[in-house]
C-alpha cells in the first residue's frame, strides 16, 4: 500500500482578494503535493478559506453586504485563483461550511465537558486585523501613547467580556517536552527556537469566545458566544478528514505530515493547536513550516501603499509556470524574499527563456535538421563527458532533488536541476559543436549527442513536473514523447513535434 502524505495550507481570510503572499504558501504545498505523487505517495493536499471572526464581519458590514453573501462571493476568489495558478488541492474547506462547524461544537463541547474549557471573563487587548488576543507587556506604544499590535503595529482594541477559555497553561510541559523530542517538529530552526523561548516565558489560558459581534460558529447553549476565530478555523486540519463522524479520512491521514504556513501565524500552529490536539488525545501534526515573508520593492505589501501584487495579473502577462518558478526558486523556503520586477523579468529572461527554452529548442532543431526529427538510439559507448551527463539524467541529479525536497528546500532542487542537467547540457553543446560533427559527417559521434541531450531533456521535464507542470507538458509533447511524464521513458527512436519556444524573452 502507498505511503500516505497529508499537507496543508493555513485558511486564508476571505476580507481580501487573494495576493503574492496566499498565493506563495499555496504553489509551495502544490509544489511539494505534485511531488510526493510522483514519487508514488498517496497524497491528501488540504487548502481552503478562514470565514469567521470581526475582521470578516467588519467587512462585510462596510460592503453593506450580506456577510454569507460576502464570504461566499470572496470565498470563489479563492478558487478561481488557486484553479489559475494549476494547484492541485485535493479539498477546499470553508469554515462556514456545516461539515466544520460540527466538529467546531463538537470539540468545544467535549472540551468544556472534561473541564479544559471553562467560563470566566477576559480583560485586555485585541488586535482585529491578526485576531490575536494580547496582554499589555506585549504591547508597543507609540508616541501618542497608543497600545499597538506587536505583530502588525496596527492600533490594538480593549476588551472586556464574558469569555471561555481554554486550558492552554495545563499543556505548557507536555508541549515543551514534546518540542524536545522531536527537532524535527516546528522548522526552520529560527522559528522553533522563537516558539521555545515563548514557551518558557508560561502559557496563559486563551480565551475562546467572543460576545461583541455575532459573525461565528455558535458555542452550543450559550448563544450570545461565537467561538474565536482561531480556535474555530485551527480545527478545520481535523474537519476536513471527516473527525468524529465516520472518520476514514481521518484514519487514513491524520496526523499531518506537515502544516505549511508564513512565519507570523507558527506560533497559533505551534503552540494553540498542539494543545488543542493534546486536550482531545490526537496525535500531533509531524512538522509544522512557517516560511518567510515577501515585501514588494523593498516595502511591506500593503493596501493602502498600493503596492500588493497580484499573480493572476501577473501569471496573464508573463505564464503561470514563470510566476510558480520565480517564487520557488528566488528565495530559499524559510527565509524572506523581495519580490521586484527586474529581479522577476532577469530570472525569467535567465533561467527559463536562455537557459532551459533555449535547451530545448537548439535541441529539437538539430533533430529536425540532422535526424529528420528523430531521436537516435542509444550508443553502445558513452564517454567522460557524455557519462557525466548521462549519470546525472539517470538517477545523479534526481537523488539530489529528492533530498531537497524532502527538506522542504525547493530553491535548492530547482537549483540542482539546473546545475546539474539545464546549464551542463548546454555546455555540452557548445563543447560538441553537434553542427561541425555533421560538416565532418561523424554520424555516430552526432547520434550519441543527439540521444545524451534528449534523456536530459526528459529527465528536467520530469523534474520539473512539481513546479511548472504546464511547461513539463510542453516539453514532453515536443519532445515527442507519450503518456505519463515518467523517468522511464524511453527517448531512443521517438518523433519529436517541435512546437513554439516556451518562454519567449521579455524585452524590458
Ligand atoms: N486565517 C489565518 C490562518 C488560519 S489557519 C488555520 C490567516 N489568514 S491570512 O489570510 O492572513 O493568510 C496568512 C498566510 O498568507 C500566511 O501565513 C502566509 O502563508 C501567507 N502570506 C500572507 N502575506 C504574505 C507575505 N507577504 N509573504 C509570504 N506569505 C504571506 O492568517
Redo the contacts with the bound molecule.
Keep these: 500500500m502507498a505511503e500516505k502524505f497529508y499537507l496543508t495550507t493555513?485558511?486564508?481570510?476571505v476580507n481580501d482578494v487573494p495576493h503574492i503572499?496566499?498565493a506563495?504558501?499555496t504553489v509551495a504545498a502544490d509544489v511539494l503535493a505534485r511531488y510526493k505523487r510522483m514519487m508514488g505517495f498517496d497524497v491528501h493536499f488540504l487548502t481552503g478559506t478562514?470565514e469567521h471572526g470581526q475582521k470578516i464581519w467588519h467587512a462585510a458590514q462596510e460592503k453593506k453586504e450580506d456577510t454569507q453573501k460576502f464570504v461566499d462571493r470572496m470565498a470563489e476568489g479563492f478558487k478561481a485563483a488557486w484553479k489559475t495558478l494549476g494547484i492541485s488541492h485535493d479539498d477546499f474547506i470553508r469554515t462556514s461550511e456545516k461539515r466544520h462547524e460540527t466538529v467546531v461544537q463538537k470539540v468545544f463541547h467535549k472540551l468544556l465537558q472534561q473541564g479544559d474549557v471553562y467560563k470566566g471573563e477576559y480583560e485586555g487587548w485585541y488586535c482585529v486585523p491578526c485576531e490575536s488576543f494580547w496582554s499589555e507587556g506585549e504591547l508597543k506604544e507609540d508616541v501618542d501613547g497608543r497600545l499597538l499590535c506587536p505583530d502588525c503595529g496596527r492600533e490594538t482594541e480593549v476588551l472586556k467580556e464574558e469569555s471561555y477559555f481554554f486550558k492552554l497553561s495545563k499543556y505548557e510541559k507536555d508541549l515543551l517536552k514534546h518540542i524536545e523530542a522531536n527537532p524535527d517538529f516546528i522548522q526552520p530552526i529560527s522559528r522553533k527556537n522563537e516558539i521555545v523561548q515563548f514557551i518558557k516565558q508560561g502559557l496563559k489560558d486563551l480565551s475562546i469566545t467572543r460576545t461583541a459581534f455575532p459573525w461565528g460558529i455558535g458555542v452550543p447553549d450559550d448563544p450570545k458566544h461565537v467561538v474565536y476565530v482561531w480556535f474555530d478555523?485551527?480545527i478545520?486540519y481535523i474537519s476536513a478528514l471527516d473527525y468524529l463522524n465516520d472518520g476514514k479520512l481521518f484514519k487514513k491521514f491524520w496526523p499531518a505530515d506537515v502544516h505549511l504556513?508564513?512565519k507570523?501565524?507558527v506560533r497559533f500552529h505551534a503552540v494553540t493547536w498542539p494543545c488543542m490536539l493534546m486536550a482531545l488525545g490526537v496525535k500531533l501534526p509531524k512538522k509544522v513550516f512557517g516560511h518567510g515573508?515577501?515585501t514588494v520593492e523593498g516595502k511591506k505589501?500593503s493596501k493602502s501603499k498600493g503596492n500588493v501584487v497580484d499573480p493572476l495579473a501577473l501569471s496573464s502577462e508573463f505564464g503561470v509556470d514563470a510566476v510558480r518558478y520565480f517564487l520557488m526558486r528566488e528565495v530559499a523556503f524559510g527565509d524572506d524574499g523581495n519580490f521586484s520586477m527586474q529581479s522577476f523579468i532577469k530570472r525569467y529572461n535567465a533561467d527559463l527563456a536562455n537557459d532551459l527554452g533555449n535547451l530545448l529548442n537548439r535541441t529539437l532543431n538539430m533533430i529536425e535538421k540532422y535526424f529528420k526529427g528523430q531521436i537516435p538510439e542509444r550508443p553502445d559507448k558513452l564517454d567522460g563527458a557524455k557519462d557525466q551527463l548521462v549519470g546525472a539524467a539517470e538517477g545523479g541529479a534526481s537523488g539530489l532533488v529528492d533530498q531537497n525536497m524532502n527538506n522542504l528546500a525547493f530553491s535548492k532542487a530547482l537549483d540542482n536541476i539546473w546545475e546539474k542537467l539545464v546549464k551542463p547540457a548546454n555546455k555540452y553543446i557548445e563543447t560538441n559543436a553537434p553542427w561541425k560533427l555533421a560538416k565532418e559527417s561523424k554520424a555516430k559521434e552526432l547520434e550519441s549527442v543527439m540521444y545524451v541531450l534528449s534523456l536530459v531533456l526528459k529527465e528536467t521535464a520530469v523534474l520539473l513536473s512539481p513546479f511548472m507542470p504546464e511547461t513539463a507538458g510542453k516539453m514532453w509533447q515536443q519532445l515527442g514523447l507519450q503518456g505519463p511524464l515518467s523517468q522511464k521513458t524511453e527517448v531512443a527512436g521517438v518523433k519529436v513535434a517541435k512546437g513554439e519556444p516556451l518562454f519567449p524573452r521579455i524585452q524590458k
Excluded: K, R
Excluded at 493555513?10 to 481570510?13: E, G, I, M, T
Design positions: 493555513p485558511l486564508y481570510y503572499g496566499h506563495y504558501t478562514d478555523a485551527l478545520n504556513m508564513g507570523e501565524i515573508w515577501w505589501m
